[in-house]
Structure formats: C-alpha cells, structure tokens
C-alpha cells in the first residue's frame, strides 16, 4: 500500500474514530495500558499547559491581594501566612465550620478574617468563573455560534426578571416552613438564590419552547434567546418604576450587576454540589461537543440523537449558569470571552477547550473582583461591570481583526 493510500485511509476513519463515542475507538488492543494512555491523552500539549499555568498564577496572585484588602490593614505576606496557618488547614473543626456550617473554632485574627470573611469571595468568584466560562463553551458548541453565551441564550435575562418580581412584588411575601417541633418564618428575599436559578431554567425553557419547530436549530435557538432576553429586559427596566423603596433598587442593581460583595462559606456551600455535578458532566461530554460542531447531518450519520443530546448539553449549561447566579448574580461576558480567547489558545478540541475554560474562567473572574475592589476604593463597584467593560473592548478588537466572527 502506498503512502498516499494509507493517508487516504487515515482520513477516512479520523472522523467516525476520533469523534464518535458509540462506536469502537481501540481495535487494535496492542500497545498495553501505557500505549493506550498515551493514544487517550495525545491531545494535550504545550499551549494548554501555558495556558493552565498562566491562569493558575494569576488566580494566585489575585487571590493574595484580594485578601490582604479590607478595613483590617494586612500586607499580603500575613495574608500568605493566613491563608497557609497549619491550625486552620489541618484542623477538622475549621472545615466542618467552613463546609458545614458548623461553629468556627477559636484561631487568631488574621487567620478568622482571612478564612472567615475574605477567601470565600476568591472561592465563590473562582466557581462562578468555572461555571460561567463553560456553560459558555457549552451553549457556543450547542449553537456553533462563538457569539452565543447564557446572556444571549435568556438565562441571565429571566433570572434578573424572577429578582425583581421578587423584591418588588413580593417584598413583604414571608413563607412559614412547618417542622415537627416549630415552625420557620423565612422571608422571600432569603430565597433568592433559588429564586434565580429557577427564573434562569423556566426563561431557557421558553427559549427551547419558542425555537422547536418538528426540533430545533442553532439559529433558531439563538433568534429565540435574544427574543426572550429583549423582552424580559424590558420587563426588567419597568419593574424599577415600580420600586418604590431605595433599599429594593439598590439589591436590585446589585443582584442584576453581579457582584460579590458580602458573600461568604455560605454561597460557597450552595454553589459547590451543582459546580461538581455539572463540570463532571460537562467534561465527560466533550466527544458529543465535538461531533454536534461537525454539523447536524455529520453527528446523525455517526449515531448521535442530536436533537436528545443537544437539550441534554443545554439542560447542563443551564445548570452550571443558574448556579453562578444563584451565588453572585448576573455576571454579564464571562461566559462569551472566555471560551473565545481559550479557542484561539488551544483550538477547539472540546477536550482541551473544557479543561482551559476550567482555569482561565477563574483567573478572569478573580482578577476583575480585585478590579472592582481596588477601582474606586474605598467604594466597591460591582464585579460584573468591571467585566462588562473588558468584554466590551475585546469584542471590538475582534470585530476590527477578524472577518468571521460568529459561527464556529
């Protein structure tokens, strides 16, 4: 056989090999389990390390000055020290206190202010950043369109409307929760969280509802979304003529903004169970992401049910998006630029694309909460403008440097 046959053969069966995950990869069972990790892992090189150790050190280095900031004066050395006291870290006391709830144990001041109060902001922007940069890549793949992110698709516009139907229809609105001894009053405003999550999946879901027609399409999903998104925007501009109390505009803003001001182990705690679940999803479909960018015809002929996979793919997206909300609001951007600038480091192997998003989301969303602390201090500004006005600029770069921008 030639060499220009045997490369036609290799051509021929990269697509269904490479790409498709229902239909056998290793026929050949030589090599042992060394040669076998090696073949599985080929994909990995030199750029995605770059770019995981980039993001890594910054989100380091953000995170030291992000807390060594606050009215306790600390140099970021004492943070350093904080942070790594070995009577925080290997106490088991401290960590039933930070992941359980439990009371925190007695440790110096440093190390309570350090613990307690200022890392579970670099936390929570950390899992904010992971969540919000894949839902992206998510959504892109899903709609093989770059421009696509959980602000273009209607989650974020529906979980700002479900906000301020909350706090300005139903402020004075409290729940009584019946227990077998007492009972809990909870006011709505303590609900918020899931109150977001679930506006965000009930507007997708309309989005999904609007865009089928015997199934959906890429474009008609996107045309669906920014239909949603304008009018629940809209909804949401007129429900501030009808706040009538400062306090509700001001958590309004906050909420609708993003910002991180004032989270603590709580939000880590919410945040961290649907993260796990659904980046483990996410990650474990990397192969399906890769065959739906194929186009739809291509992915029907390998054996995917597009139609099954491409709602199941969104319903994690989804997922992943409501969870960043329900901890830090509508953080407008992160979702959009992230994977863009990961896709033009790594390409868009969705195996390499999901393991960048997972490192450069964080370092983005670290490094502009340090941005929104430090830019008019003492005054915080909330997070999700200072990525606005990043996001803004880079996407005038790219329309000013690229011709075809848009689908992928």
């Given at each position: 056989?030639?060499?220009?046959?045997?490369a036609s053969?290799?051509g021929?069966?990269?697509?269904?090999?490479?790409?498709s995950?229902?239909r056998?990869?290793?026929?050949?069972?030589?090599?042992g389990?060394?040669?076998?990790?090696v073949r599985?892992?080929?994909?990995?090189?030199?750029s995605?390390?770059?770019?995981?150790l980039?993001s890594?050190?910054?989100?380091?280095?953000?995170?030291?000055?992000?807390v060594?900031?606050g009215?306790?004066e600390?140099?970021?050395?004492?943070?350093?020290?904080?942070?790594?006291?070995?009577?925080?870290?290997f106490?088991?006391?401290a960590?039933d206190?930070?992941?359980?709830?439990?009371a925190?144990?007695?440790m110096?001041t440093?190390s309570?202010?350090?613990?307690?109060?200022?890392l579970?902001r670099?936390?929570?922007?950390?899992?904010v950043g992971m969540?919000?940069?894949?839902?992206?890549?998510?959504?892109q793949a899903?709609?093989?369109?770059?421009?696509?992110s959980?602000f273009?698709?209607?989650?974020?516009?529906?979980?700002?409307?479900?906000?301020l139907l909350t706090?300005v229809?139903?402020?004075?609105v409290?729940?009584?929760?019946?227990l077998?001894v007492?009972?809990?009053t909870?006011?709505?405003?303590?609900?918020?969280?899931?109150?977001?999550a679930?506006?965000g999946?009930a507007?997708?879901?309309?989005?999904y509802?609007?865009?089928?027609?015997?199934?959906?399409s890429?474009?008609r999903?996107?045309?669906?979304?920014?239909?949603?998104?304008?009018?629940f925007?809209?909804l949401?501009?007129?429900?501030f003529?009808?706040?009538d109390?400062i306090?509700v505009?001001q958590?309004?803003?906050?909420?609708?903004?993003?910002?991180?001001?004032?989270?603590?182990?709580?939000?880590?705690?919410?945040?961290?169970?649907w993260?796990?679940?659904?980046l483990?999803?996410a990650?474990?479909?990397?192969?399906?992401?890769?065959?739906l960018?194929?186009?739809?015809?291509?992915?029907?002929?390998?054996?995917?049910?597009v139609?099954?996979v491409r709602?199941?793919?969104?319903?994690?997206?989804?997922?992943?998006?409501?969870?960043s909300?329900?901890v830090a609001?509508i953080?407008?951007?992160?979702g959009?630029?992230?994977?863009?600038?990961?896709?033009?480091?790594?390409?868009?192997?969705y195996r390499k694309?999901?393991i960048?998003?997972?490192?450069?989301g964080?370092?983005?969303?670290?490094?502009a909460d340090?941005?929104?602390?430090?830019a008019l201090s003492p005054?915080q500004i909330p997070?999700?403008?200072?990525t606005?006005?990043?996001?803004?600029?880079?996407?005038?770069?790219?329309?000013?440097?690229?011709?075809s921008?848009?689908?992928i």
């Amino acid at each position: 056989m030639t060499e220009d046959e045997l490369a036609s053969e290799d051509g021929n069966r990269s697509l269904a090999e490479r790409f498709s995950p229902w239909r056998a990869r290793d026929s050949d069972a030589g090599g042992g389990l060394a040669g076998r990790l090696v073949r599985r892992f080929a994909w990995l090189d030199t750029s995605l390390l770059a770019l995981i150790l980039g993001s890594t050190a910054i989100v380091v280095g953000a995170g030291l000055v992000q807390v060594s900031l606050g009215s306790y004066e600390m140099t970021i050395g004492q943070a350093w020290a904080a942070v790594f006291n070995p009577n925080v870290l290997f106490n088991p006391q401290a960590w039933d206190a930070f992941l359980l709830g439990e009371a925190v144990p007695e440790m110096s001041t440093e190390s309570l202010i350090v613990w307690n109060i200022r890392l579970p902001r670099v936390l929570v922007a950390v899992l904010v950043g992971m969540n919000l940069a894949v839902s992206g890549a998510i959504f892109q793949a899903v709609t093989r369109n770059e421009l696509a992110s959980p602000f273009i698709l209607g989650v974020s516009s529906g979980a700002g409307l479900a906000i301020l139907l909350t706090l300005v229809a139903f402020a004075g609105v409290t729940l009584v929760v019946p227990l077998v001894v007492t009972e809990i009053t909870l006011g709505l405003s303590a609900l918020l969280p899931l109150i977001a999550a679930f506006g965000g999946i009930a507007a997708f879901l309309l989005v999904y509802a609007i865009a089928w027609k015997n199934g959906t399409s890429p474009v008609r999903l996107v045309l669906a979304g920014v239909i949603v998104s304008t009018v629940f925007g809209s909804l949401q501009t007129a429900m501030f003529f009808f706040a009538d109390n400062i306090g509700v505009v001001q958590s309004a803003i906050q909420w609708t903004t993003g910002s991180l001001t004032g989270v603590d182990w709580e939000q880590v705690r919410i945040a961290i169970p649907w993260t796990v679940f659904g980046l483990a999803l996410a990650i474990v479909s990397a192969r399906q992401l890769n065959v739906l960018l194929l186009g739809e015809s291509t992915a029907k002929s390998l054996g995917m049910r597009v139609e099954r996979v491409r709602f199941g793919l969104s319903a994690v997206a989804v997922l992943l998006a409501a969870a960043s909300i329900a901890v830090a609001g509508i953080v407008s951007f992160v979702g959009l630029i992230v994977p863009h600038v990961v896709r033009n480091v790594v390409g868009s192997d969705y195996r390499k694309l999901m393991i960048g998003c997972l490192f450069a989301g964080p370092a983005l969303m670290v490094a502009a909460d340090v941005g929104a602390r430090l830019a008019l201090s003492p005054t915080q500004i909330p997070v999700g403008i200072v990525t606005g006005l990043v996001g803004g600029p880079y996407f005038l770069y790219l329309m000013r440097r690229q011709e075809s921008l848009g689908e992928i």
